[in-house]
């Protein structure tokens, strides 16, 4: 009866980690549950974010700024970029689809590697672009030279996560400098850097690719989240960093009033909370540590990882399932991997150290079960 259109029909939804609510009543489960599953900040809001969301939560009968003037301005400054190179959506999750929407016609095509974000995939096949998924080496770091070579004259985007997720890898950055270089300036890169403060962090070859843009490479876009590293997922904020000509073209395409108020307050607290992130990084990396240390413990292999989780092989798909499952029984909800075409693979977000530990203890009961049994 409804005519939706075709490419539409054959889209997989995304299906998000399971949320906490929803595993109690499912299960029934009494007490505390550990949600590793998503990549949130396992600190909890920052505190400035709450009292910022305090002290504006009686604005919420107006309509919100709806150029984000003041975090425009904020995120410019922080970056050492002019204003009107950068834009604020709900979530970059957003921007991913406005660059979408701004560039992609029909039949163009879409370049990105195998196993990485599901809002990749979703948006070529949402505004019916032809696919050219490369695919992902044993080393689970990112094919550069295989995204080059599946440009062709009908590509107008390149997507590419730097840390990436699920795996965690990351492009170097003389990698991803010689990359940029090779990449024809007609192409927009969408260089999404949801996790780029951990990769700083953790990795000393890691390096964003704004110097880029700033150097002239104009088709390098950056896109940038307080999800992760702010604690604000929530809330739904995310940017976009590119060469102004696309930003303005990108306003066109922008829903009205995309980003709310409180979450326009809260990022702008969140952005002077550097204590905040630093208390963050510090539980990542010590938190990265012991889950490292832990799964081989338990005889498991783990993908280095620039990012806050932790990738590893679990053997096959069914014993993947059936480890995911066991751990849902326990309160553990982790990410198994079969939307990501990883379905032999869990994925871990580091928590605090003693969800961590909950996590291992509960992990090591489910290997002596599979073990009994
Ligand atoms: C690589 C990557 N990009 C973007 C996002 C989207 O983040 P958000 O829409 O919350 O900003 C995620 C979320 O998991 C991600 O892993």
Redo the contacts with the bound molecule.
């Keep these: 009866m409804f005519r939706v259109r075709q490419n539409v029909l054959g889209i997989n939804p995304y299906k998000p980690g399971k949320p906490t609510e929803e595993l109690r009543r499912e299960l029934g489960l009494e007490g505390e549950i550990v949600k590793l599953a ?2 949130e900040n396992p600190l909890g809001p920052p505190p400035r974010v709450m009292s910022a969301l305090r002290a504006h939560v009686g604005e919420v009968h107006l309509y919100p700024d709806n150029s984000c003037y003041y975090l425009t301005q904020a995120l410019a400054e922080h970056h050492g970029v002019d204003p009107d190179m950068v834009i604020v959506d709900r ?4 921007v ?1 689809e406005m660059l979408a929407k701004l560039l992609v016609d029909p039949g163009d095509e879409v370049v990105y590697s195998d196993k990485s ?1 599901l ?1 990749y995939p979703l948006m070529a096949q949402t505004f019916a672009a032809a696919h050219r998924k490369v695919p992902l080496p044993p080393d689970y770091v990112i094919d550069l030279d295989g995204l080059l070579a599946a440009v062709s004259p009908r590509t107008k985007l390149v997507y590419l ?1 730097n840390p ?2 699920p795996t965690g890898t990351h492009n170097d950055a003389a990698s991803l400098a010689r990359f940029i270089e090779a990449l024809p300036e007609e192409v927009v890169l969408a260089l ?1 850097e ?2 780029a403060l951990f990769g700083e962090d953790l990795t000393p070859d890691y390096e964003s690719g704004l110097k880029h843009l700033l150097g002239g490479r104009r088709n390098v876009f950056i ?1 940038r ?1 307080f ?1 992760k590293s702010h604690a604000m ?1 929530g809330l ?1 904020v ?1 940017y976009g960093i590119g060469d102004p000509e696309l930003v303005a073209q990108m306003h066109k395409v922008r829903a009205p009033f995309n980003v709310v108020s409180l979450a326009q307050e809260a990022a702008l607290a969140a952005l002077e909370d550097d204590d905040f992130v630093a208390q963050t990084l510090e539980v990542t990396r010590e938190g990265m540590k012991r889950l490292h240390e832990g799964l081989r413990g338990l005889g498991f292999e783990t993908v280095p990882s620039a990012a806050n989780f932790i990738l590893f092989p679990a053997g096959t798909a069914e014993r993947a399932a059936a480890l995911s499952d066991g751990l849902l029984r326990r309160g553990v909800i982790v990410r198994p991997m079969t939307a990501f075409g990883l379905p032999d693979h869990i994925r871990v977000t580091v928590g605090l150290d003693w969800q961590n530990e909950v996590f291992l203890e509960k992990l090591s009961l489910v290997l002596a079960t599979e073990k009994a049994g």
């Design positions: 998503s990549n979530g970059s999750s957003g991913i974000f809002m996560a990436n997720n999404d949801a996790y896109l989240t999800s997922a739904r995310g």
